[in-house]
Nanobody, 112 residues
Framework: EGQLVESGGGLVQPGGSLRLSCAASGVAFRYYAMTWVRQAPGKGLEWVST????????SYADSVKGRFTISRDNAKNTLYLQMNSLTPEDTAVYYCANDVTRGQGTQVPVSS
């Protein structure tokens, strides 16, 4: 099934930015659409964004549209999520996933 490992999370102030990365190993990364989902404290999983296999098509939840950008580098087997203008409502554990597996997540607390 392969492995997905997220990184780049950490405490950020409201209005700040972070870039999350998701490194894939043991999986044919380029053959899968990739997705970011998140789970806020005490809440269920929320879909954030999806990118198709070649990176040419992206989609976003309304809650992040215009602030977050998903991208991928198939040569590096890596998925990214650039997050700008963060608010406390973006506080969550962020996971990358494809059809067969999901990473362990990286925490993003947004607080002053």
């Amino acid at each position: 099934e392969g492995q997905l490992v997220e990184s780049g999370g950490g405490l950020v102030q409201p209005g700040g930015s972070l870039r999350l990365s998701c490194a894939a190993s043991g999986v044919a990364f380029r053959y899968y659409a990739m997705t970011w989902v998140r789970q806020a404290p005490g809440k269920g999983l929320e879909w954030v964004s999806t990118i198709n296999r070649d990176g040419g098509v992206t989609s976003y939840a309304d809650s992040v549209k215009g602030r977050f950008t998903i991208s991928r580098d198939n040569a590096k087997n890596t998925l990214y999520l650039q997050m700008n203008s963060l608010t406390p409502e973006d506080t969550a554990v962020y996971y990358c996933a494809n059809d067969v597996t999901r990473g362990q997540g990286t925490q993003v607390p947004v607080s002053s």
